[in-house]
């Protein structure tokens, strides 16, 4: 991508010199003569970059930088300032500028200049770019469920999500905690800030303070430089505690003292950090017993549970399971390069039928594993792992017989595919041969599957 130069001076012979430089240099260059018209060539051209002459006619230079950061933050601004006038170059930068040069400027220095702060201007946008990705992944429309009892956790997550509440998860292992509390923070005003996750269970004691709250250089044998804890990491975003149940004592006192105080204190240093970070915690164990034997303190437990959201465990859900299991095959015909294209409902019936205690992440690896097995086509009853196939047959399904579940997973596997079909064609530009690659399936399966779709009329190739 080439850079976008955009050059504001009221001196033409200046514009001219300007342009001419930067085309040969293999920028992208547009230009304008006074300040009134920057801000809407801004809009339009969008520039990396800025080349602001500080006295520019109807529009003062500062203010048109005040404005172009205000609205445009990852343009660029290089202020172009007369010889002595410094100071008021100083003072842009101050203001957000990027940089200033002086005239008469020498062109290599301005040409190396504009590299580095186009550069820059990318790497902005491909942040913006990955943080608006990252939030549409975990938009409540991409959490696959269809369920009464889902629609029900939906409805709590965009109840709380718009305040700071401490939210509190429960649920069994692998039925998604992790992407609830993910969705309550992209969909947060702290959305531009940290998400930040730690395992409880995972980290040894005698490493959980540091951990959490940091610690200085010397304040034990193996410190051998400073560290922020995770909730310096996280200041203004959400610190996510996963496991909070395995959380021991001493380190619940700890982290106690720090939700009330709303500071931290690394180990081995003597003054206190603020802190603002939402806390959002999560546990597959009964916290309240906890309390009982002595394992959980009380008065932690009020802190963190502000507002509680139960996820169910998948065998309380059968409805969503057609849509997982859609779900799933169009993720790993995509990534392993498969053709799977459905379930038979004898497979079906005894996905529907087993108690899945993984929950979702056992069934991800069940249809996975049964993929890879079948390679394409439709995954039957053998192709499924032995662990699905012990259940005794006499299990009720709750919401819909298995026959129903078996067409509706059809259904849904159809359309997955359909519309991973026009991804990949709009991403290819229409043309069957780099569909194919992109797909890594053959251009007779491609058609194939066209033409079952209705994807051929009109298509380019």
């Known amino acids: 991508m080439e850079d976008r130069i955009l050059i504001a001076d009221d001196e033409e012979h200046i514009r001219n010199i300007l342009y001419k430089l930067l085309t040969k240099e293999g920028y992208e260059v547009s230009s ?11 809009n339009s051209f969008q520039p990396h970059v800025l080349l602001l002459d500080q006295c ?3 529009m003062d230079g500062i203010e048109i930088l005040k404005k172009v950061k205000d609205y445009y933050p990852e343009t660029m601004v290089i202020m172009i300032t007369a010889y002595g006038a410094v100071d008021k170059a100083v003072d842009a930068i101050k203001l957000g500028a990027y940089d200033y040069i002086e005239k008469p400027f020498d062109n290599d220095k301005l040409v190396a200049l504009i590299n580095k702060a186009g550069n820059h201007s990318k790497l902005l946008i491909e942040n913006k ?20 009892k889902m629609h029900y956790v939906f409805d709590q997550v965009k109840s709380v999500c718009s305040t700071d509440a401490s939210v509190l998860i429960l649920g069994e292992s692998g039925v998604g905690k992790e ?8 969909n947060s005003n702290r959305q531009q800030y940290p998400f930040v996750s730690v395992n409880c269970g995972a980290i040894p004691l005698e490493l959980m303070e540091s951990e959490l709250f940091g610690h200085e250089r010397g304040a034990f044998t193996d410190a051998k430089e400073t560290k922020k804890g995770r909730f310096e990491q996280t200041h203004n975003g959400s610190l996510f505690l996963d496991e909070i149940g395995e959380l021991k004592m001493d380190a619940q006192v700890k982290l106690l003292r720090v939700l009330e105080d709303k500071k931290v204190s690394r180990l081995g240093g003597k003054k206190s950090i603020p802190v603002d970070v939402r806390i959002i915690s999560a546990t597959n164990c009964d916290l309240e017993e906890k309390i009982n034997q002595n394992q959980f303190r009380l008065d932690l437990y009020y802190r963190l549970n502000i507002f509680t959201i139960r996820i169910p465990p998948l065998r309380e859900r059968p409805e969503d399971m057609p849509s997982l299991i859609g779900h799933f095959i169009g993720k790993y015909n995509k990534s392993l390069g498969l053709e799977i294209e459905n379930v038979s409902q004898e497979a079906m019936e005894i996905l529907a ?21 079948a390679r ?20 009720k399904v709750e919401y819909e017989t298995t026959s129903d579940l078996a067409t509706r997973s059809s259904a849904i596997n159809n359309q997955a595919e359909k519309e991973m079909l026009i991804d ?13 690659h992109y797909l890594k399936i053959s251009r007779k399966t ?16």
Not at 428 to 435: G, I, L, P, V, W
């Open 56 to 58: 520019m006619p109807e």
């Open 32 to 42: 304008v003569a006074n300040g009134g018209e920057i801000l809407a060539e801004v």
């Open 353 to 373: 039928h087993y108690e899945w205690p993984g929950n979702i992440r056992d069934l991800e690896n069940a249809i996975q594993s049964a993929m890879i097995m």
């Open 446 to 461: 491609l058609y194939n599957k066209m033409k079952k779709h209705g994807l051929l009329k009109g298509s380019a190739f």
């Open 424 to 436: 990949a064609l709009e991403k290819c530009d229409y043309k069957r041969s780099d569909t194919a």
């Open 179 to 186: 992407l609830i509390a993910k969705s309550i923070h992209y």
């Open 129 to 148: 770019q990955l943080k608006q990705q990252i939030s549409g992944k975990y938009d409540f429309s991409n959490i696959i469920g269809v369920s009464d």
């Open 376 to 395: 394409e086509g439709t995954i039957q009853k053998d192709h499924l792992p032995i662990r699905c196939k012990g259940y005794s047959g006499s299990k």
